[in-house]
Each structure stands twice: as structure tokens, then as C-alpha cells.
């Protein structure tokens, strides 16, 4: 079974329309981060959370929200879509400072039309 | 700012060696980073150098590390066709609290 698994992970919505996207993992990290990842521009980060009771926004936070519901799970709200959110989403999860690997997610492929 | 700067594409003959460049700018980076995106997955750690270390082996993959010029590099040996993919650099601060992705370089392997 994967290690961070994200449902959906395909969706086509309309502009104006909320929509949730969410991430589960079972490395009993207590890191988790969701990105987004648009061509010719890399990853850019949303937000992230240290652990349940902390959330912090990252690069590009606006538009965005994210809840922490337990250690496993992390998901990421837009709250009213519009186009140019359309992107390839990431979530991904990293032990404790010192163990710095990054597990990623499969990808949510976002199109707002 | 804090760029990370890789080169877009790179083509190379099956069984060359390929070596993806990359620039970073916060000399304070205490983890750098190399993933590899096939079509339609996700990001996969291929290998992971601290900012004390130079130079890196692990089989086919070789990560050389210039502090003093930002640039680190990652050499894969004897490239297959199961090598092309978008390949991404990463610096991130300690903690992960700070990480910046480059925009990845697309390598194409012709047989």
C-alpha cells in the first residue's frame, strides 16, 4: 500500500465552486504539506503543518485553506475555485527535523473551467 | 530571493551518462535534494546530500555539491530508457521549514 495516498485524483470543477482535496498517510509522521505544481515553475508550497494543532501558510496560501483533522490526515479546501488554480496538487508527509525525507503523494490533477 | 535554477531539458543516447545541473541561492541550505517525476506520479526522493558533505555515490546516481558556487549536480551513469522523466532539485533549510523546488528538467533518453 502507498504511503500518502490523495483522493481525488482527478477533478473538473466550475469557477466559483468549493472543493476539497485530501491526503492520508500512514508513515506516522507528524509533518505534512501540500504543494502545487504548475509547468515550467516547479513546486510551490501552500501550506504546512508541524503537527495537528499547527498549520502554517506557505508560498502561495491565498485562495487556499487546509485542516489538520488527525495526524494521518491533511486536506486542502479552495473555497471558491477559480481557472487559474488548475494545477497538478501534492501532498506529502516528512519525519521529525533530522530525518529529512519527503514522501510525496500520487497527485490530484485540478481543472476549474 | 531564492531561486533554484535548472536548465529545462536534456537529451542524451541510452548508455551515455546524463548530468543534470542545478543553482541554488541560500547558502544557509542545509539539505539538497534530487527527485525524479515519471509521467502521471508523484515526486520520488532519489538521493539526498548535507550542505558538509561534497560529493555523494549510490550506485548509478553520483551528486557532486559546490558550496562555494551554489551548484550541485547529479550524474546518472549508464542511462535507460526507464531514466526519462522530469528530474527536480530541492534546498531546504533544517527542519524542512523552508523548501524550495527548482523547476525541474525534463531528460529524454533516445535509444
Known amino acids: 500500500d502507498a504511503d500518502v495516498t490523495q483522493t481525488p485524483r482527478n477533478r473538473i470543477t466550475k469557477t466559483g465552486k468549493r472543493i476539497m482535496l485530501e491526503c492520508s498517510q500512514t508513515k506516522g509522521h507528524d509533518r505534512m504539506y501540500w504543494y502545487r505544481q504548475d509547468p515550467g515553475l516547479g513546486l510551490r508550497l501552500i501550506y504546512y503543518s508541524f503537527d495537528v494543532k499547527d498549520i502554517n501558510k506557505g508560498e502561495i496560501s491565498d485562495g487556499y485553506s487546509v485542516s489538520r483533522q488527525a495526524q494521518a490526515k491533511f486536506s486542502l479546501s479552495l473555497e471558491s475555485a477559480i481557472p487559474n488554480q488548475t494545477a497538478l496538487y501534492f501532498c506529502a508527509t516528512s519525519g521529525p527535523a533530522g530525518s529529512e525525507t519527503q514522501y510525496f503523494g500520487p497527485g490530484t490533477r485540478l481543472l476549474v473551467l | ?111
Open chain 2, 1 to 111: 530571493g531564492e531561486d533554484v535554477e535548472q536548465s529545462l531539458f536534456l537529451s542524451v543516447r541510452e548508455g551515455d551518462s546524463s548530468v543534470i545541473n542545478c543553482t541554488y541561492t541560500d547558502s544557509s541550505s542545509t539539505y539538497l535534494y534530487w527527485y525524479k517525476q515519471e509521467p502521471g506520479a508523484g515526486l520520488q526522493l532519489l538521493t539526498y546530500i548535507f550542505s558538509n558533505m561534497d560529493m555523494k555515490q549510490d550506485q548509478r546516481l553520483t551528486v557532486l555539491l559546490n558550496k562555494k558556487d551554489k551548484h550541485l549536480s547529479l550524474r546518472i551513469a549508464d542511462t535507460q530508457t526507464g531514466d526519462s522523466a522530469i528530474y527536480f532539485c530541492a534546498e531546504a533549510l533544517g527542519g524542512y521549514q523552508k523548501v524550495t523546488f527548482g523547476t525541474g528538467t525534463k531528460l529524454q533518453v533516445i535509444p
